[in-house]
């Protein structure tokens, strides 16, 4: 049934979104939008080479898209751009392909792996993910570079 995939967790998260909003002088801004439910979500970020340090995002979505987005804000400050783009590819292969949930500080994405079921309900919950991934890729062509790699290159 599909109120199991609107468990407590989900509307707790979906209840309680950090940073909200949007960021002054983003170095990008993505949008993602899901034509089959209406939701959209934007996010604003602040990279140092590949390292994400500051993000904002207005969401307007269901609960799901809430929820993810919640889990998004809580971790994506310190995490680099290769781990963004991974952590993305985990949630799709979770929802599409009953591939394993992420570990470490994105465990929290395990409470959406019921969505796997609703394929009408993936897009919505891939939402954050995918805009987060598109504005990182935004400023690594702006900067003319993979940010990953220059940020790997640098470190040497």
């Excluded at 992420?102 to 079921?117: F, Y």
């Amino acid at each position: 049934m599909i109120n199991d995939i609107y468990n407590k967790r989900i509307i707790e998260l979906a209840g309680s979104i950090p940073r909200l909003g949007r960021l002054e002088a983003p170095d990008a801004s993505a949008t993602a939008h899901s034509k089959l439910c209406g939701s959209t979500v934007t996010v604003d970020l602040k990279m140092d080479g590949s390292v994400v340090t500051d993000f904002a995002h207005d969401v307007k979505a269901c609960a799901l898209g809430q929820a993810s987005s919640s889990i998004m804000a809580r971790n994506v400050v310190g995490s680099n751009a290769s781990e963004l783009r991974e952590l993305r590819e985990t949630v799709r292969k979770m929802l599409k392909e009953n591939g394993a949930p992420p570990q470490g500080k994105w465990a929290d994405i395990a409470v959406l792996e019921p969505v796997r079921d609703y394929k009408a309900r993936h897009a919505s919950t891939l939402l954050t993910f995918d805009a987060v991934v598109d504005a990182i890729g935004k400023i690594e062509a702006r900067d003319g570079s993979d940010a990953s790699t220059a940020s790997a290159t640098a470190a040497r």
